[in-house]
RNA sequence: GGCCCCAUCGUCUAAUCCGGUUAGGACACCGGGUUUUCAUCCCGGCAAUAGGGGUUCAAAUCCCCUUGGGGUCACCA
């Protein structure tokens, strides 16, 4: 039995696609079932400028989802080097042996020549495929076209005698014409390679048993197979997996359709939620990190695990009824036969409930190293925070509880750490409970002066403090504890009304309330 | 357009390979309960085999056609 080995192979495009890391996900998840290799390898085929800028954020985000690479970039490995710009010299030389043995041959038709035997095979409403004039050459011509320098490509020679037949591991057994597919370019004019030859070369160097990727590369696979025959090559098994659709849709989720995203129901949430956090933590917004990217959900505070079980649940899944998984469970029980091969739709509330789930396994000590950044971020709080800070926004989080559903919701309760005379009202709530409930002023400046009493100054006691205080006024909690939240908080909802007060402290507590009494007239 | 892939509740999916389920679960939604608010939590409800033909005692499941969706046809990856 030989080992699993897969790889993930990005281009370095400076952003990862949460499409393409389902992918990845699918790739790493699979060596580890299997207790094999995961490779990564970076796809540079065109020379790329600032390339550690470019594959920063990718390795960021397996980083975050603790997707970690036994072979590839940073950490090296026997197969490497793992950028495809530094392995020139092995695809020339594949692509000499190919020439000498007559399975590839040199081509110099010009780009015009071919548009015009495309344009003409589509006048006669004929499939094109390319001709291959240059075989037609004679010895005397092909020694003058080298001579001239001439520019030409490697072409690969299609071998068209038989049917091309993969068995894909996840979509079955797929058969392709070799005689409507064109011989494809492996070289350059400039003497480098393409993908669809790269590629070969790569995964066999690297010993690759299953190439995992997006069905786009489906109509690929007859080229790269016939490829890794020429070469004498075993190939790697194929598995093929549906791409990832924009939520609601069928559409392949695309960066390039962000502007329509905007409009998606499900999508407008996770962009308008982005332009209200985002530039309060001194970001950029929506129009920085949109929700296609892996690196929002990072900045936004959802949890790596959250986001594992979303997206392992894209396509896959256990059984029929098993949902939240963890890590563990998800490698144990992987395989690439419970693959789904429709394409699925990231569906962003689904994400949200795995998000709940993972965070209320969380302890507070996590929860508070995980918020503190935000909190420093939006300058609520002093950077590095102190123990009083740490303290206090502890307490906070508890008080909070589940209302907390990604890391970045802290910054929503902005009320407990402004300056009491900044402190922001929710003016309908404001109206309703306070400027237009009869008793509320008369209630609140009472109970002020109850605030200032009690002894000791914490949740318990205060609710002891106010039923008392609502019995001896004959009148009911509803009446003032609305009217207490809006003038201490400023807002209708929230943590306990007693976590709040004993929260914020006797002192501002008594001071807010007459703020707020002071707003009324 | 050629080739290839796909098709179950609004969404993610189970059952499809190997024909027999009241077509199951989760999310969302709606209703109820818990809660001072909100959030959580608990209970209940709504809701699907794209259409048409076959084969069969029996079809979501096998076959064919139609329709719809998608991918791909580069000196991109």
Redesign the pocket.
Known sequence: MSTVRTRF???PTGYMHIGGMRTALFNWLWARHNGGQFILRI????QQRNIDAAIGPILGAFRWLGLDWDEGVEVGGPHGPYF?SQRGELYRAAAARLLDQGLAYL?Y???EE?AAD?AAAEAE?R????LRRSLDLTESQLQQYQEENR???VRFLMPRDEMIVID?L????????PN???D??I????N?????F??VIDDAHAEISHVIR???????TPIQLRIHEALGHTPPLFA?V??V?A??????L?KRKLDKYRNNPQFKRLFDRADEVFPKIGLEGSAGLDPVMVEYYERMGYLPEAMVNALA?????L??????MSRQTIIEHFTL???????????P??L??YQ??WM?ELSGVEKLDACLPYLTAAGYVNDPPDQAVRQFVGRLIAAL?????VFSDIVDYDEFFVADDALQYDEKAFEKRITKTDDAVELLTKFRSVLETVEPFD?ANL?TALKAFVEEQSTN??RI??A??IAVTG??????????LELLGRERCVKRIALALARVS
């Open positions: 192979a990005p281009s796809d540079d085929t065109d495809q081509c038709s010009t780009p071919i495309r409403k499939q094109y495929v390319h520019p030409h490509v894909d996840i979509r079955g057994r797929v058969e392709f014409d409507l597919i064109s494809p370019v070289m350059r004019a400039d480098t390679p393409l993908y669809n790269a590629t997006a069905e786009e590369h489906l109509s690929n093929h549906p791409y659709a939520p609601g849709t069928k559409e392949k695309s649940r894209l396509g896959w899944s059984d029929d009824k098993t949902e939240i036969d419970r693959v789904i091969k429709s394409p699925a739709g990231l569906d509330d689904k949200l409930s709940v789930h209320g509880a589940d209302r907390l559903k949740a609710e909690m509803g504890i609305h207490l939240r807002k209708p909802a929230g943590p306990g009304m007693f976590d709040c």
